[in-house]
């Protein structure tokens, strides 16, 4: 997975890591204590799964969280918790995503 870093980081999951640096998981702004809100590495949205993991993964999925929802960004904590490996580089910028949480702000096309 692709990541990248913002200096504000607001309203995007964060990338929490362990002791190593390494992938745990990802966290929705709205599911965040105030130590991951102030983590910087976001997710940028940028996938490469193996289709057969992600339908593993998305087959374990709940809503189980302050939205109700079931969130596609926890399929690869669910597969990390699983020993899958899961590799998360912080390599994009942020200019190469645009957040589908900010659509109506991010539509530079858009006659006025």
Do not use: H
Not at 34 to 40: D, F, K, N, S
């Amino acid at each position: 997975m692709g990541t990248a870093t913002k200096s504000d980081p607001t309203g995007l999951g964060r990338i929490v890591r362990d002791a190593e640096g390494q992938f745990v998981a990802i966290v929705e702004e709205k599911e965040a204590s105030p130590e991951v809100r102030a983590i910087t590495e976001v997710n940028m949205s940028t996938y490469v799964f193996r289709a057969p993991q992600l339908i593993w993964a998305w087959g374990r999925l709940t809503s189980d969280n302050m939205q109700g929802e079931y969130y596609l960004t926890d399929c690869p904590g669910v597969l990390k918790a699983a020993g899958r490996p899961v590799v998360a580089l912080c390599e994009l910028e942020p200019c190469e995503a645009l957040s589908i949480n900010t659509w109506q702000n991010s539509r530079p096309w858009k006659r006025k």
